[in-house]
């Protein structure tokens, strides 16, 4: 079945940028998504990208998928303390519509 | 509203009592999806409406989850004679099926079976 992997924990000191990685195994994932869950709260969509697309930027976000070793990135710039949460990476495709999610990355942002 | 409401926002039950969850997607959003997030499994998909099409169930864990939506807007989710292993939050979703199917979480449920 569909897997989804990323690392448990990162964490970088207040204005360094972060980067979150995450490997998928369904070759024909369509979309690919980053989710951000604050303590005590639901999921908030960050961005998500098209598998025919390598990159997108939105402000200090920026998505980087590589296709070919099915690897998918999100890079945050100038990272904040509010920054501080659970990323989780998620993909599906249009036959499946629901989505699998990886286990979710913990950011520590320091001070 | 603006974004999906889910309630209650917190359950404690019983071993063996029935729980309901209820959901209410982003107003025109036509699927509508039920995840749990527990410490031991993560988040899982569990069913998925889309239209007046037959739900997808196959992420349904035990004949003792089922979930209804009625007039392609309000979703109830139950649990009958629930079991500890139950405990978690439960997520529901609304996507406007075709744009990305982007999926908008709402704040969830906790749910506690005693």
């Known amino acids: 079945g569909e897997d989804v992997e990323q690392s448990l924990f990162l964490s970088v000191r207040e204005g360094d940028s972060s980067v979150i990685n995450c490997t998928y195994t369904d070759s024909s994932s369509t979309y690919l998504y980053w989710y951000k869950q604050e303590p005590g709260a639901g999921l908030q969509l960050l961005t998500y990208?098209?598998?025919?697309?390598d990159m997108k930027q939105d402000q200090r976000l920026t998505v980087l998928l590589n296709k070919k070793d099915k690897h998918l990135s999100l890079r945050i710039a100038d990272t904040q303390t509010g920054d501080s949460a659970i990323y989780f990476c998620a993909e599906t495709d249009t036959g499946r519509r629901a989505l699998t999610f990886g286990s979710g990355t913990r950011l520590q942002v320091q001070p | 509203g603006a974004g999906v409401s889910q309630s209650p926002s917190n359950k404690v039950t019983e071993k063996g009592k029935d729980v309901e969850l209820r959901c209410d997607p982003i107003s025109g959003h036509t699927a509508l999806y039920w995840y749990r997030q527990s410490l031991g499994q993560g988040l899982e998909f569990l069913i998925y409406f889309q239209g007046n099409s037959a739900p997808d169930k196959s992420g349904l864990p035990s004949d003792r989850f089922s979930a209804e939506r009625t007039g392609g807007s309000v979703s109830t989710l139950t649990i009958q004679r629930t079991q500890q292993e139950d405990s978690a939050v439960y997520l529901c979703?609304?996507?406007?099926?075709?744009?990305?199917?982007?999926?908008?979480f709402g704040p969830g449920t906790r749910l506690t079976v005693l």
């Open positions: 979703a609304s996507s406007l099926a075709g744009v990305a199917d982007t999926q908008y």
């Open positions: 990208i098209f598998s025919n697309m």
